[in-house]
């Protein structure tokens, strides 16, 4: 018999074994609630930081924005993320609309989004050894959109938020909404983004004339953009294109007689050659600075997803006419010699023309207007704007000595040459170092950076006395800007590229402003324009005459060994910078004519065109100092002689010069009565060679 205690001791365990095992099924559904707390907590985690995927149909009507030149027809760019041409459903071939749904997603009409039970039909295709995906056309609209920074990652939480999203639009859009979305989003390969654009791009037709045969091959490249490539990969795409059709048969979407006689035929492609694969069609180095000026302006989704109509400012006749100048220059130089230029209307500020470079698929850094040279004697335009502003008289002698030192700053000509006393508007001409070197000491050089700037010089310019001998480096478009402001009698206009902008809706959301601001008087500017003169027709850029006798002015200017070669002329209708040189800033052994360049440019711009005259006043300049520093009132020659320019800031030991050609003899022209005293003839210096060779054309 089995005492009580015996009865206790057994019994005892056993209580305590059901209570383990209440204790473990409350842990394991502790766990479970626990587990299903962080499943969710965590899941909710990955959905807290969802982009904007509310206005999805923004992905569908993209659209590339198109760059047109001043006449609004000649199209010359077109930027875009993707080649992508927006259509409507009724503008895409059935054969695309069912043949993509019976391919990518065959339930596309039955479920919200997301396929379970395409998802579990694929897992079992896995298994048993094959290959089949189930994500649904939806899914890959947001795969491919709104994830698109995520695509290319394979985890549970891009597939949680692609699941996600695709059920939220799936409340929100129609299925035919989803399906054109899809369709005009999808990569086709070769850099065609939509039906539309790979229609064009593969078969030269739009979308809606696309046979079944030609959908079929089409719809099948999606899967593989690269591997079902028609281009480069005909035979995959063959066989893809063929299982297309299968899966139309299967589905109910074509007969089989159709399906039969679409497998037997040849892969056949009708390809429009793309010209550009950045989007720049023509002039590149203008319509990349277009470009740039877009996006300083407007966001990057705007620029190129926005449809933005862009009628830009150039003349096509005179940009043609500019590169056609341009070659016929570089014909004859050296390898390795560029030139840049800039055309601009001083009378809106509109760039007509612009060359940044000889190749742009070479070299995309824009020499117009990205690169800083150094301006030479061009520069000393502003110190005479400077010293005529002062009341300074034209007629005023210097003295252009061979060397000067002023307060330890050495100037001295090109070669030595001493040209004696020469008048204000001689020494321009011939563009005396010695002589602008005693001026600029007179009206001092912070006067002529205020006059630079005045005139529409964006550069931060140091106040040193070397500044009027181009010391400072400016782009080629700062010069031609503010040249145009002496052009037009004093109204400063921005250079730029863009007269207009329309939206996508065609509505006018930019134009460019064309009433400058006056900045100097128009006595000035007629007063400098007269001096400015005398450089054509006697002094260093006698190559800037134009044929059909249009008066021009202008300015030559060469930094040290001819590392740099310019010219800014103007006239009426045109103010023109021209620079030649090379990219990497090298010595040059040949003296290329930037003058001859502007005259044979303009000569062809203003053939058969009414002779213009520059603004002129009523009133004249009033001048009172006729004699400053050294200067003497007698003596003044002009022979054709080389001048030179090293620009320098130094001002203890460094000796600076200028490098021109010097090309007949120049008195300048005086713009006002002031009575000139007569001059004394000094020696006339012997011209020294030109190393480099090169009289100016014309």
Request: aromatic share 8%.
């Amino acid at each position: 018999m089995t005492s009580r205690a015996h009865q206790s001791r057994h019994g005892i365990p056993k209580r305590r074994t059901a209570s383990k095992g209440l204790i473990a099924l409350c842990v394991v559904l502790v766990l479970l609630v626990a587990g299903a707390f962080s499943a969710f907590a965590l899941v909710s985690s990955w959905l807290e930081d969802l982009p904007n995927y509310e206005d999805a149909s923004a992905y569908n009507t993209a659209e590339k924005t198109k760059v047109y030149a001043n006449d609004g027809t000649t199209l010359l760019a077109e930027f875009y993320l993707e080649n992508r041409d927006p259509v409507e459903i009724s503008e895409i071939s059935d054969y695309v609309l069912e043949g993509t749904v019976a391919t990518e997603d065959e339930r596309f009409y039955e479920h919200n989004g997301v396929d379970l039970a395409g998802i579990g039909r694929a897992i079992f295709v896995n298994i048993a050894g094959g290959h089949e995906g189930a994500s649904t056309i939806t899914q890959q609209f947001v795969r491919n959109t709104v994830l698109a920074e995520e695509a290319t990652e394979s985890t549970l939480k891009r597939k949680v938020r692609e699941a996600y999203i695709s059920t939220k639009l799936e409340e929100q859009y129609s299925k035919d909404e989803i399906l054109l979305m899809y369709l005009n989003t999808i990569n086709y390969g070769q850099g065609a983004y939509g039906i539309e654009a790979a229609s064009q791009l593969y078969f030269s037709k739009h979308a809606s004339d696309l046979t079944l045969t030609e959908a079929a091959t089409l719809i099948g490249i999606p899967q593989s953009p690269t591997y079902n490539n028609p281009v480069d990969n005909p035979d995959a795409c063959k066989q893809r294109r063929n299982l297309v059709l299968d899966r139309m048969l299967s589905n109910g979407y074509i007969t089989q007689a159709e399906h039969d006689a679409s497998q037997a035929e040849p892969l056949e492609l009708n390809l429009t050659e793309s010209e550009s694969n950045d989007g720049l069609y023509k002039y590149k180095y203008f319509t990349s600075y277009v470009r740039d000026t877009l996006i300083d302006e407007y966001s990057v989704e705007e620029v190129f997803q926005g449809g933005l109509k862009v009628i830009t400012t150039l003349d096509v006749d005179t940009q043609e006419k500019a590169e056609e100048a341009v070659n016929t220059q570089l014909e004859s130089s050296p390898d390795g010699m560029e030139v840049a230029l800039v055309a601009v209307d001083p009378n809106t500020g509109f760039i007509r023309a612009l060359i940044g470079g000889k190749d742009y698929d070479t070299d995309e850094y824009n020499l117009a207007t990205q690169a800083r040279r150094q301006p030479g004697s061009s520069f000393k335009t502003f110190t005479l704007l400077a010293a005529l502003n002062k009341g300074i008289s034209p007629t005023t002698n210097l003295d252009c000595q061979a060397h000067v030192d002023i307060n330890g700053w050495k100037v001295e000509n090109y070669g030595g040459s001493d040209y004696g006393t020469r008048t204000i508007s001689s020494a321009f001409a011939i563009s005396s170092n010695t002589g602008f070197a005693q001026l600029v000491t007179e009206i001092g050089p912070q006067s002529v950076v205020d006059m630079a700037h005045k005139c529409g010089i964006e550069t931060d310019i140091e106040a040193v006395p070397s500044v009027t001998l181009g010391a400072e480096e400016v782009t080629v478009r700062e010069m031609a800007q503010a040249y145009a402001t002496i052009a037009n009698g004093g109204t400063k206009h921005e250079a730029v590229a863009i007269q207009a902008i329309y939206n996508s809706d065609g509505k006018l959301i930019h134009e460019a402003e064309t009433k400058g601001e006056k900045v100097l008087s128009t006595e000035l500017t007629q007063a400098a324009t007269e001096v400015m003169k005398g450089v054509v027709t006697n002094g260093t850029g006698m190559g800037a005459v134009i044929s059909n006798g249009q008066p021009s002015a202008g300015k030559t200017g060469t930094s040290e060994n001819w590392r740099d070669k310019w010219f800014c002329g103007i006239t009426p209708q045109l103010s023109v910078a021209v620079w030649s040189g090379h990219r990497v800033e090298t010595p040059m052994t040949y003296y290329g004519e930037c003058d001859g360049i502007f005259g044979r440019f303009m000569s062809s711009v203003l053939a058969g065109q009414e002779i213009k005259q520059f603004p002129t006043s009523s009133k004249q300049l009033e001048y009172t100092i006729f004699d400053i520093g050294n200067g003497s009132n007698s003596g003044e020659t002009s022979t054709p002689e080389h001048e030179g320019e090293e620009a320098t800031t130094e001002t203890t030991t460094t000796t600076t010069t200028t490098t021109e050609e010097n090309k007949d003899d120049s008195g300048g022209t005086t713009p006002t009565p002031t009575p000139t005293p007569t001059p004394t003839p000094d020696p006339t210096p012997t011209p020294t060679p030109d190393p480099g060779g090169g009289d100016s054309t014309s």
